[in-house]
């Protein structure tokens, strides 16, 4: 099992480790030619990273500890702005940009709680695909299964292998569509998607301004509360899990079912009567509006209008650069017009009050966080029809919490050693701390404790 940030941040305090040995130990793992490092970073930043964790090291000593993440390797997804270094947002449109000026809000939060900022995480190009395919830079491969290859998810893909593989105690994300929970999922980690407006967005390349929220991967729902805590600038208390007596939790047959292989439907079902038996209540709902999703977004929806936006100069300019996959997915953009775009913010009110009285009496929503197990990377890089049909089918689940501006976990609940599954605690907006605190309740039943 991975350690926990207390964990680690209790052998700093006793110790028995210090932060320049935890990063030595990251940065040989990324460095080792037997590994995944060399395709699950673009940049590796060895000489920052070890000056941190010396200062960190000395003030420790001098009994100035600064947070639970102080003198801890976190990995950046490589479209946050790191000063001093080129974003590459995972393409190779932007690999001769300027060095960004300045962090990115989230990174500076995490560099002055005393995170060791070890290097910038691979991803899917512009961040636009739920699988984590990388043309240009490499695609590093799922932990299971090994030998075979399989997708890490996306789009932060390096995100969940960087801490999967110990080469990172954490990983800052994104999620548009799921993509801090697809990688948690497929790499059997815990991944928090937050209201979106909790954490400010200065400093990172944009996908869709209404879609996309900054978010942590990590161990445990509790690592994922304290670098919530520290990426939102919100000091409120540690998540605490409420007797599972004390929830009741909804479960819908509408569309998140559709699809789903038998590992993870039957997975899926036998963590919910784990529950039942702890003792959670349980509600099957009816919730006709996911089905209705697909139709709103008929054009491409808010993801492909807003990504347009933002490329259509670059794409008329460095086309050729693009991956074609995810260029043309943005070109469904261009056909959005401005009367399309106002009928579609409308219409996403409508639908997210509509859902939200739904769940009203419920603590939370359950549902897999992805309908199958990872397919392989060649299965997908061979086809097209292959590549789009997982494509749309591994986001659908959680794009239903983005189009909601709601907030959800992704936690393990598969058996060890077995395929990962993630299991989605999902709730509206603000949310947050609740879905926390019923998350922790989860994981601890799950655990066994």
Same mark, same amino acid.
């Given at each position: 099992?991975?350690?926990?940030?207390?964990?680690?941040? *209790?052998?700093?305090?006793?110790?028995?480790?210090?932060?320049?040995?935890?990063?030595?130990?990251?940065?040989?793992?990324?460095?080792?030619?037997?590994?995944?490092?060399?395709?699950?970073?673009?940049?590796?930043?060895?000489?920052?990273?070890?000056?941190?964790?010396?200062? /960190?090291?000395?003030?420790?000593?001098?009994?100035?500890?600064?947070?639970?993440?102080?003198?801890?390797?976190? +990995? =950046?997804?490589?479209?946050? @702005?790191?000063?001093?270094?080129?974003?590459?947002?995972?393409?190779?449109?932007?690999? #001769?940009?300027?060095?960004?000026?300045?962090?990115?809000?989230?990174?500076?939060?995490?560099?002055?709680?005393?995170?060791?900022?070890?290097?910038?995480? *691979?991803?899917?190009?512009?961040?636009?695909?739920?699988?984590?395919?990388?043309?240009?830079?490499?695609?590093?491969?799922?932990?299971?299964?090994?030998?075979?290859?399989?997708?890490?998810?996306?789009? +932060?893909?390096?995100?969940?292998?960087?801490?999967?593989?110990?080469?990172?105690?954490?990983?800052?994300?994104?999620?548009?569509?799921?993509?801090?929970? %697809?990688?948690?999922?497929?790499?059997?980690?815990?991944?928090?998607?937050?209201?979106?407006?909790?954490?400010?967005?200065?400093?990172?390349?944009?996908? +869709?301004?209404?879609?996309?929220?900054?978010?942590?991967?990590?161990?445990?729902?509790?690592?994922?509360?304290?670098?919530?805590?520290?990426?939102? #600038?919100?000091?409120?208390?540690?998540?605490?899990?409420?007797?599972?007596?004390?929830?009741?939790?909804? %479960?819908?047959?509408?569309?998140?079912?559709?699809?789903?292989? #038998?590992?993870?439907?039957?997975?899926?079902?036998?963590? %919910?009567?784990?529950?039942?038996?702890?003792?959670?209540? =349980?509600?099957?709902?009816?919730?006709?509006?996911?089905?209705?999703?697909?139709?709103?977004?008929?054009?491409?929806?808010?993801?492909?209008?807003?990504?347009?936006?933002?490329?259509?100069?670059?794409?008329?300019?460095?086309? @050729?650069?693009?991956?074609?996959?995810?260029? /043309?997915?943005?070109?469904?953009?261009?056909?959005? @017009?401005?009367?399309?775009?106002?009928?579609?913010?409308?219409?996403?009110?409508?639908?997210?009050?509509?859902?939200?009285?739904?769940?009203?009496?419920?603590?939370?929503?359950?549902?897999?966080?992805?309908?199958?197990?990872?397919?392989?990377?060649?299965?997908?890089?061979?086809?097209?029809?292959?590549?789009?049909?997982? *494509?749309?089918?591994?986001?659908?689940?959680?794009?239903? %919490?983005?189009?909601?501006?709601?907030?959800?976990?992704?936690?393990?609940?598969?058996?060890?050693?077995?395929?990962?599954?993630?299991?989605?605690?999902?709730?509206?907006?603000?949310?947050?701390?609740?879905?926390?605190?019923?998350?922790?309740?989860?994981?601890?039943?799950?655990?066994?404790?």
């Amino acid at each position: 099992m991975l350690p926990t940030l207390t964990e680690l941040q *209790n052998a700093l305090e006793d110790g028995r480790t210090t932060s320049v040995a935890l990063t030595q130990a990251a940065l040989a793992r990324i460095a080792d030619p037997d590994g995944e490092g060399a395709r699950t970073f673009t940049a590796v930043w060895e000489e920052q990273a070890l000056a941190a964790a010396r200062a /960190s090291d000395i003030l420790r000593a001098a009994g100035l500890a600064r947070s639970p993440i102080d003198g801890l390797p976190v +990995s =950046i997804k490589d479209l946050f @702005d790191v000063a001093g270094h080129v974003t590459r947002a995972g393409s190779a449109v932007r690999r #001769d940009a300027e060095p960004a000026r300045r962090h990115a809000d989230p990174v500076r939060r995490l560099a002055q709680a005393g995170a060791v900022l070890i290097g910038h995480t *691979n991803m899917t190009e512009f961040a636009f695909s739920g699988l984590g395919l990388n043309p240009h830079y490499g695609t590093p491969s799922s932990p299971w299964d090994r030998g075979n290859r399989r997708i890490p998810g996306g789009s +932060s893909s390096g995100a969940g292998v960087s801490v999967v593989d110990g080469m990172a105690a954490a990983a800052l994300g994104t999620d548009t569509g799921g993509s801090v929970r %697809i990688p948690s999922a497929f790499c059997g980690l815990t991944g928090f998607k937050p209201t979106a407006a909790r954490i400010p967005s200065g400093g990172a390349f944009p996908l +869709s301004a209404s879609l996309d929220s900054t978010g942590p991967l990590a161990a445990s729902v509790s690592c994922c509360a304290t670098l919530d805590g520290i990426l939102s #600038d919100d000091a409120r208390r540690a998540p605490a899990a409420p007797p599972p007596s004390r929830l009741r939790l909804a %479960i819908t047959n509408s569309l998140v079912l559709d699809g789903a292989d #038998d590992v993870v439907r039957g997975t899926f079902e036998a963590a %919910i009567e784990r529950l039942r038996a702890a003792g959670v209540i =349980i509600d099957t709902l009816e919730i006709p509006e996911f089905n209705e999703l697909a139709h709103i977004n008929r054009k491409g929806g808010l993801v492909c209008a807003d990504a347009y936006a933002v490329h259509r100069k670059a794409l008329d300019t460095q086309f @050729d650069q693009y991956d074609p996959r995810v260029a /043309s997915r943005i070109l469904r953009g261009r056909d959005i @017009d401005a009367a399309d775009y106002i009928e579609l913010l409308a219409r996403r009110a409508q639908w997210i009050a509509a859902v939200e009285a739904r769940l009203r009496d419920h603590d939370a929503l359950l549902m897999p966080t992805v309908p199958v197990i990872a397919p392989t990377i060649a299965s997908l890089e061979a086809s097209d029809e292959a590549y789009f049909a997982a *494509n749309g089918l591994i986001l659908r689940n959680p794009t239903l %919490i983005n189009f909601l501006n709601g907030c959800a976990l992704s936690l393990p609940c598969h058996t060890p050693g077995e395929a990962p599954v993630g299991l989605m605690v999902a709730g509206p907006a603000h949310a947050d701390a609740r879905i926390l605190d019923v998350g922790l309740a989860i994981e601890q039943v799950l655990a066994g404790r």
